[in-house]
Every structure is written in structure tokens, then in C-alpha cells.
């Protein structure tokens, strides 16, 4: 029997382009482990501001919002790639996951890994643990190790984008390789579905 890849869906905490998480998670795609496959996601800045009116509007909500939920609906595992905004998550992160949490809570039981990259020394230490508290308050299956903490990023990518530094290209294979056993360990009946 043939089973499908199993699916991932990175999300970077960033609008900006070029971000370092954005980069971060395009590496991470390249380094999914066989069997499986990563797409990021691209249009979060289409996630308006969360309003309980704008919600109710519609019965699916805006349309920003839909997309969202429906491509981590069809991800097997989200990774999510968070910057440092004064030591915490940004607000663009923090608003797609209050949407995310009504209605049909969407992050309820999905396995999630989080990882961070900043151009400083800390490597978003303070955002990633205020990103796994909202997380878990939302029923998220978030894996508790390895962290991946990437400092002082200019210095870890190449002008490709890629992840260039040995170091940090080896540890951000073992954590790719660590989340797909994590999705297979903690949503089996996911994990089925696409790789065997």
C-alpha cells in the first residue's frame, strides 16, 4: 500500500519577505526527512485584526482567515517560525492564533514545533516561550524538544538564503527529523494518513 508524504506546513511570525524565519523555514523545507514534505505559507498578512464582529459576519469567517485554517486543516503538522518583538511574539503571530483558537479550534491536537531566528544573542528564547504558552492554552500538541534557538542570523545564511553555517544546518535537520517522529508519536491517526 502507497501512503502519501506526510504533510507539514511551516508559518513564520513575520510579513517581511526576507525575513531570517522566513529563510529559516525555507531551509527547514529543504531538510524534511523522506516521506515527508513542508510548504510555508505565505499570505498571513491576509489575516485582518481579530474582531468578534468582523467573525460573526460571515459563517467561515473573512477570507484570510479560511485560507489559513484550511491549509493547516490539510497539514499533518504546523512548524512555526517566530521572531522576538520586545521579548515576546509578534503581534501578526499572536492575532492569526486568536483567530485560529475559535470556532473550530483549529490547533486543538495538532502537533506543532516552534523555532526562532533573530539577528541578536538570544535567538528569540522569550518569544518562543510565550509562543508555546498560547500554544498549549489552545490544545496544540507542541514539541517540547530539541528547541532551536538561531542567534546572530546575518551570520547563518548564505546570499541564497539558505542556511549556510555546518552547525546550525545539522541541528536544524535534527529538528526536522524530531518533529516528524513527533507527529507520528503523538497523532498516529495523522501520521497514517500520509507516511507509513
Known amino acids: 500500500m502507497t501512503h502519501r508524504p506526510l504533510r507539514l506546513l511551516g508559518l513564520a511570525g513575520s510579513l517581511r519577505q526576507g525575513s531570517w524565519n522566513r529563510r529559516l523555514l525555507q531551509s527547514a523545507a529543504t531538510m524534511a526527512p523522506a516521506g515527508t514534505t513542508m510548504e510555508v505559507y505565505d499570505a498571513l498578512g491576509s489575516v485582518p485584526l481579530f474582531d468578534e464582529d468582523l467573525e460573526h459576519a460571515t459563517a467561515e469567517g473573512p477570507p484570510g482567515v479560511r485560507a489559513l485554517r484550511k491549509a493547516i486543516a490539510a497539514a499533518d503538522g504546523l512548524v512555526i517560525a517566530t521572531p522576538e518583538y520586545n521579548h515576546a511574539l509578534p503581534g501578526v503571530l499572536k492575532n492569526a492564533l486568536d483567530w485560529l483558537s475559535r470556532e473550530d479550534a483549529t490547533l486543538a491536537d495538532l502537533p506543532v514545533a516552534v523555532l526562532g531566528a533573530s539577528s541578536g544573542p538570544w535567538g528569540t528564547r522569550l518569544a518562543q516561550a510565550s ?43 535534527r529538528f526536522m527529523d524530531a518533529f516528524a517522529g513527533w507527529v507520528h508519536r503523538v497523532a498516529p491517526s495523522r501520521a497514517e494518513a500520509g507516511a507509513a
Open 131 to 173: 509562543l508555546r504558552q498560547v500554544l498549549h492554552t489552545c490544545g496544540a500538541l507542541v514539541m517540547p524538544s530539541p528547541t532551536l534557538f538561531i542567534a546572530h542570523a546575518a551570520e547563518r545564511f548564505d546570499t541564497q538564503n539558505a542556511v549556510a553555517d555546518a552547525a546550525t544546518g545539522a541541528a536544524l535537520q
